[in-house]
């Protein structure tokens, strides 16, 4: 058995922290396998050390940015390896470039493009344990470059990937991915396994425990993700290909997410190339749209309703109130009290009328649905933000997530 | 004008300070120098990482000890680039591996075996700031190594070799090498230049403001030092091949050093050997051995004396103590009390008695001489420490030193 074994900031959030990861990474090696660690900056170290830049600069340059912050998990990577070396195990802290790992795109948010881990490989087959600073790699002209929010998780998954393991274990502050948020619902169920397109559609939905650059790199190359936490040694659940197991349900889980705004851009004179000129701008402005409607058209005119997140609510009302007087449309409306439920399955390809029994149990809740969007393994309502948590109970009792 | 300036941990040892040192490298470039910068850890950080460290483990790995503090550097040189950035310079950070600094010997105390330094004179010419991490580099394997005391000066005379640099200036909390220690003798006078040899005998008694490493590798490459203050703009003290400016005074500086203890093993059976069987075990038990006089034998006895740092005083005492029984000598005797009194000067070579006039002006103050020393520019006695005052300013003013 390989595995590659990912610490996030928590679990390695202070020396004593630190002695318990270790005894994870010994406790693996005692069972027999060949191990490799990931590790991400002490939590708040990262912070501090953007602190740093920005007393120094309100702009500082990138590149800088990356060097600096990039001493972050080199410092864990070496008090990792010296509490393991304690424990009787050879271990060596690599910094990204001495790793392997090669990025390209530009600084704070390169991209991986190959890791040569054939010496790391040695290391393991040795029983030496590497230990790889996460979120950081060296581009093609030697600087250190940082891959940006969830680097370290893709790190883990590109390693495990560059060393062939048989898994990659995600280890965080979480025990698992849940039915449904247990603070909403308490009988929330730990999944055991979920597939990768399912664990997408949770990270996109705000489960913030997997990032979805490193979920898309394990689905690509069909590693297995074992998601647990470092506080509590059970099994966590696993993220894998699609297995037959994953099909009886009829959904898997329920998510919800209420950093949702909607926005309304009324009577526009409907003709070809009107998404555009909304959709240009609003990109432009670095404004994420999520779900998007479009009205049917009634006298020539149509109207465009979409969702952005809540911080974006202002700049994106300022910016339609200019578009519509350029489109010559009538007016426009928001509304920052909204919020996303989702039911996420891959059930649903197998069982038909997922999305009408949605719709029916909440109803049944007197709940309006305002907006309405699907994809093959999802379906998202936008709804008042006061329904969240009766539609989530609802729909988790509704579709029997409390029992396996 | 091509200037490689080092700034050590006061000068870079928070943002402000961080500040003022982008302004030199910013007056510098205006004056049209092609400029490279190496930097310490800000003060006190290389410390806080081996507290970690050492909180870790009692016998932390040299390597990750190495991995871990040369973070601190590579802090420094991120924050002195986004500086330099803001005030319109082109700076590049570079840890020692990125600049090209390649390393042999054992972690913690590496030795630089070169710089490959092409790509940095490039980034020079085009009138763009390298930004060095000082004390470390990289070995044979690519790990990461640091050198050990006094590193960081001796980064930066490599460097300055390297790149081929006019001149290597030091910038520290000092503002130069003085004819002795304003503290005793108010009318000490800073010089304005002072030989490689001179410089290597100031250091070795405690002038500690530029390690001897740098001092002899800057020798050997006839490097000039120009060691100066980041807190004040004035000139240092350069230091650079024995000129004929230097030959005129009879000495340069009087130094002196408290750190000192005397030992004396007592009618030792006096045959070929002796003093190896004496200083082998001393030398094992990594005791620094400075001072040394043996006495003329008499009736086949003789005693030897030396002096050692008086943090070995009581080690060194045990360990005699113990060779006295197998050595069949007579006794052990010590005092603690003693201190280092030299005067300093490339003049002796051409000037005589300058010994015998140094004698003359202790006798005259009546203070004892207990053992005496002499290299080819230096005269060193040992004497009560209760003395180093009025010997110091006595030797001070009998040698004109006040006077330019």
Same mark, same amino acid.
């Given at each position: 058995? $390989?595995?590659?074994?990912?610490?996030?900031?928590?679990?390695?959030?202070?020396?004593?922290?630190?002695?318990?990861?270790?005894?994870?990474?010994?406790?693996?090696?005692?069972?027999?396998?060949?191990?490799?660690?990931?590790?991400?900056?002490?939590?708040?170290?990262?912070?501090?050390?953007?602190?740093?830049?920005?007393?120094?600069?309100?702009?500082?340059?990138?590149?800088?940015?990356?060097?600096?912050?990039?001493?972050?998990?080199?410092?864990?990577?070496?008090?990792?390896?010296?509490?393991?070396?304690?424990?009787?195990?050879?271990?060596?802290?690599?910094?990204?470039?001495?790793?392997?790992?090669?990025?390209?795109?530009?600084?704070?948010?390169?991209?991986?493009?190959?890791?040569?881990?054939?010496?790391?490989?040695?290391?393991?087959?040795?029983?030496?344990?590497?230990?790889?600073?996460?979120?950081?790699?060296?581009?093609?002209?030697?600087?250190?470059?940082?891959?940006?929010?969830?680097?370290?998780?893709?790190?883990?998954?590109?390693?495990?990937?560059?060393?062939?393991?048989?898994?990659?274990?995600?280890?965080?502050?979480?025990?698992?991915?849940?039915?449904?948020?247990?603070?909403?619902?308490?009988?929330?169920?730990?999944?055991?396994?979920?597939?990768?397109?399912?664990?997408?559609?949770?990270?996109?939905?705000?489960?913030?425990?997997?990032?979805?650059?490193?979920?898309?790199?394990?689905? $690509?190359?069909?590693?297995?993700?074992?998601?647990?936490?470092?506080?509590?040694?059970?099994?966590?659940?696993?993220?894998?290909?699609?297995?037959?197991?994953?099909?009886?349900?009829?959904?898997?889980?329920?998510?919800?997410?209420?950093?949702?705004?909607?926005?309304?851009?009324?009577?526009?004179?409907?003709?070809?190339?009107?998404?555009?000129?909304?959709?240009?701008?609003?990109?432009?402005?670095?404004?994420?749209?999520?779900?998007?409607?479009?009205?049917?058209?009634?006298?020539?005119?149509?109207?465009?309703?979409?969702?952005?997140?809540?911080?974006?609510?202002?700049?994106?009302?300022?910016?339609?109130?200019?578009?519509?007087?350029?489109?010559?449309?009538?007016?426009? $409306?928001?509304?920052?009290?909204?919020?996303?439920?989702?039911?996420?399955?891959?059930?649903?390809?197998?069982?038909?009328?997922?999305?009408?029994?949605?719709?029916?149990?909440?109803?049944?809740?007197?709940?309006?649905?305002?907006?309405?969007?699907?994809?093959?393994?999802?379906?998202?309502?936008?709804?008042?933000?006061?329904?969240?948590?009766?539609?989530?109970?609802?729909?988790?009792?509704?579709?029997?997530?409390?029992?396996?």
């Amino acid at each position: 058995m $390989r595995i590659v074994q990912k610490f996030g900031g928590t679990s390695v959030g202070s020396v004593e922290r630190i002695r318990e990861t270790a005894k994870i990474v010994h406790a693996a090696l005692k069972q027999g396998s060949q191990v490799a660690v990931v590790v991400s900056a002490m939590s708040g170290e990262t912070n501090r050390l953007l602190g740093l830049a920005h007393a120094m600069s309100d702009n500082p340059s990138l590149r800088e940015v990356d060097a600096l912050v990039a001493t972050g998990e080199q410092v864990t990577a070496a008090l990792l390896s010296i509490e393991l070396n304690k424990l009787g195990v050879s271990a060596y802290s690599f910094s990204g470039g001495q790793a392997g790992f090669k990025t390209e795109g530009s600084h704070a948010k390169a991209r991986i493009s190959g890791v040569e881990g054939d010496h790391l490989i040695q290391h393991m087959q040795n029983g030496e344990v590497p230990v790889v600073t996460g979120f950081q790699g060296v581009d093609a002209s030697g600087n250190i470059t940082t891959l940006g929010r969830g680097g370290s998780d893709t790190s883990a998954v590109a390693l495990a990937i560059a060393v062939k393991a048989n898994v990659c274990d995600i280890y965080t502050d979480v025990d698992g991915i849940y039915t449904t948020d247990p603070r909403i619902e308490p009988k929330a169920r730990k999944m055991n396994s979920i597939s990768y397109e399912e664990m997408l559609e949770f990270a996109s939905l705000g489960a913030k425990v997997l990032q979805t650059r490193s979920v898309e790199l394990a689905m $690509r190359y069909d590693m297995p993700i074992h998601l647990r936490s470092s506080f509590d040694l059970i099994e966590g659940t696993r993220v894998s290909r699609e297995d037959s197991d994953m099909e009886r349900a009829e959904i898997s889980g329920v998510a919800y997410n209420r950093d949702e705004a909607k926005v309304t851009i009324k009577g526009i004179p409907d003709q070809p190339g009107i998404a555009a000129s909304v959709f240009c701008p609003v990109a432009a402005a670095d404004i994420n749209v999520d779900v998007i409607v479009q009205n049917i058209s009634e006298d020539g005119l149509t109207d465009l309703t979409f969702t952005v997140p809540r911080s974006d609510y202002a700049a994106t009302l300022k910016l339609l109130n200019q578009l519509c007087i350029s489109m010559k449309a009538r007016e426009v $409306r928001g509304d920052d009290t909204v919020a996303k439920v989702s039911i996420i399955g891959v059930g649903m390809r197998s069982h038909t009328g997922v999305a009408k029994k949605m719709f029916e149990v909440l109803a049944k809740e007197n709940i309006n649905i305002q907006m309405i969007t699907t994809s093959e393994i999802k379906v998202t309502v936008v709804l008042e933000e006061k329904y969240v948590e009766l539609a989530v109970r609802a729909l988790h009792h509704a579709f029997n997530l409390e029992t396996a």
